[in-house]
């Protein structure tokens, strides 16, 4: 058998209270210092991104391409130019686009 240390040590260590940037108390790990609060409220805006491939979502961030208003003044021609991004990203990105009433 073959034990992890690491594993145990994650299971040991003890969560400490913290208080981020914005003033959020949250309890965590030290080597975790990630607020939950302000990752969940980051969420909605690059909601779309998260649901593609990293190679696909960098190709968009590295265009400045971090919303849905932006996205959608792309052509589904200029967006398989980007570099990393795949038809495989298409049906997703169309998706999120049209549940915000937009499209490519
Ligand atoms: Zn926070």
């Known amino acids: 058998m073959v034990i992890n240390l690491?594993?145990?040590g994650h299971m040991t260590r003890i969560k400490t209270k913290r208080t981020c940037s914005?003033?959020?108390s949250f309890y965590k790990s030290t080597d975790c210092p990630t607020c939950p609060i302000c990752e969940k409220e980051k969420k909605?805006?690059?909601?779309?991104?998260?649901?593609l491939?990293?190679?696909?979502?960098?190709?968009?961030?590295?265009?400045?391409?971090?919303?849905?208003?932006?996205l959608a003044q792309y052509?589904?021609?200029?967006?398989?130019?980007?570099?990393?991004?795949?038809?495989?990203?298409l049906p997703l990105l169309s998706q999120a686009l049209m549940e915000k009433g937009l499209k490519i």
């Open 6 to 8: 690491a594993d145990v």
């Open 22 to 24: 914005k003033g959020h």
């Open 44 to 51: 909605p805006e690059d909601g779309f991104l998260a649901l």
């Open 53 to 70: 491939s990293s190679p696909a979502r960098n190709a968009l961030s590295n265009h400045g391409v971090d919303q849905l208003e932006k």
């Open 75 to 89: 052509s589904v021609k200029d967006l398989l130019k980007l570099h990393g991004l795949g038809k495989a990203s």
